[in-house]
């Protein structure tokens, strides 16, 4: 059986995964100010900060259209493939997920098997990986990426401090928003994925208390072991923190996989400028 792994552009990926044939992104649309842009297509993280701090309308995201995962689907097809495991950002902050169960049984001469990630960026990545891994292995069947995908969400998680948390109230990301609204100028929340959602998790009252606050939370208090987990320190335009959070891992644990990467503008937009996050998945 021949498998291709489809996933969407809020993912971060290693160079030689994303260059792999039988990967296919699905480029999440983005709009601001009434123009419409294609992430990681004609948006990109440089220069997207500057879009989003002068927008005059609070921009918006949307699902990519379902003609569009047709196309994409018939193509891969046509390409001799038999199935597609489809991994994609979270069902918490997007309906994206949802509208592809939704058509997957329509789709014909191939089998689309839906995956929610319940986070986004490098943790989904390593979720996309662990797939593109597997997929060449002799006598492989969808079924037994999709179980062993399963495992590995368990294991992952995602810890963020944000510098304003309009964006994600505004955005109505944010599921316990509400409860916080009245001290807004005086915190710096941590928030947390639970069961797909961004929640706030504890309010700190410094960025660098916070910041130090999930460093400790991702080494001491997660469920994998830090020797055996890959460690992502993502970030919205704000790489010199981004730096002292790795120094700070690397200084506790020398031999831990860390990697530095970017929120693409889709989450950067919900999360905004400035917010630090770290992800953690299973290594293996």
């Not at 009434?34 to 309308?57: P, Q, R, S």
């Not at 939370?217 to 919205?236: A, D, G, M």
Request: glycine share 6%; net charge negative; proline share 5%.
């Amino acid at each position: 059986m021949k498998i291709a792994v489809v996933t969407d552009s809020t993912v971060f990926l290693k160079d030689d995964y994303r260059s792999r044939e039988d990967l296919f992104i699905v480029p999440v649309p983005l709009i601001i100010d009434e123009t419409v842009y294609n992430e990681g297509i004609d948006i990109h993280v440089d220069g997207f900060y500057d879009l989003l701090n002068n927008a005059k309308n609070f921009p918006k995201t949307s699902q990519p259209s379902i003609g569009e995962l047709f196309e994409l689907y018939e193509k891969i097809a046509k390409k001799g493939y038999d199935a597609v495991i489809s991994i994609h950002m979270s069902s918490g902050i997007s309906g994206f997920i949802s509208s592809l169960k939704s058509i997957a049984s329509e789709v014909e001469d191939i089998t689309i098997y839906p995956f929610d990630s319940l986070l986004t960026s490098g943790p989904m990545g390593k979720m996309v990986e662990i797939a593109l891994d597997m997929v060449n292995e002799p006598e492989m069947k969808p079924e037994l990426i999709t179980d062993k995908l399963t495992v590995v969400r368990e294991l992952v998680e995602g810890y963020i401090v944000v510098d304003d948390l309009n964006h994600l109230v505004r955005g109505g990301r944010l599921k316990n928003g509400a409860a916080v609204i009245g001290t807004l100028l005086k915190i710096k929340p941590i928030l947390c994925f639970k069961e797909g959602n961004i929640i706030l998790s504890e309010k700190i009252r410094s960025q660098k208390k916070a910041l130090n606050r999930i460093e400790e939370i991702v080494l001491n208090e997660i469920k994998s072991n830090p020797e055996n987990s890959s460690f992502y320190v993502i970030h919205c335009n704000n790489y010199e923190i981004a730096t002292q959070v790795e120094s700070n891992l690397l200084e506790k644990y020398p031999d831990l996989d860390v990697v530095i990467c970017d929120f693409g503008p889709v989450v950067g937009t919900h999360l905004g400028e400035k917010a630090v996050a770290i992800g953690v998945a299973p290594k293996n």
